[in-house]
């Protein structure tokens, strides 16, 4: 009888995981930094960073315990860049957090780098390009 309860409690265990890990995504970005003319104030058309030579940049969205790829390539041509996650908790995926000279080298222009990471919590962030 006990062996019985152990097995219940074990397969109630993997459709727990299941369910709750079940419905999780990978989502995959390519996106290209660039430089675009933009008015982001109102006051003159200036460079700005942009990606995929659009600004505003784009909106992620995304659910707890999706799978984030972003294969990133740097356009700009003359300035080396990254792409900061605020907020994100990067628990065992330092390397992914972006922050430049302190978890990641730059990404030279013209090079190529993929942040792969998964979203372990729910909320609001925004990145930045350094």
């Not at 369910?19 to 982001?40: K, L, R, S």
């Not at 659910?63 to 996650?85: A, C, M, P, Y």
């Not at 994100?88 to 330092?94: A, L, P, V």
Request: charged share 10%; hydrophobic share 40%; glycine share 10%.
């Amino acid at each position: 009888m006990l062996h019985m309860k152990r097995q219940i409690c074990f397969i109630l265990s993997i459709l727990l995981f299941l369910f709750t890990f079940g419905n999780c995504a990978t989502v995959v970005y390519d996106w290209n930094i660039t430089w675009v003319n933009a008015n982001p104030d109102g006051l003159a058309e200036r460079p700005v960073i942009g990606i995929n030579n659009q600004w505003p940049i784009p909106i992620v969205n995304v659910t707890k315990g999706d799978r984030l790829i972003f294969n990133v390539e740097n356009g700009l041509g003359n300035q080396t860049t990254s792409l900061h996650w605020h907020g994100i908790y990067q628990n065992g995926t330092t390397d992914m957090d972006g922050a430049t000279g302190v978890s990641q080298c730059n990404i030279m222009p013209g090079s190529k780098f993929v942040y792969n990471f998964t979203v372990d919590q729910p909320g609001t962030y925004w990145y930045v390009s350094f």
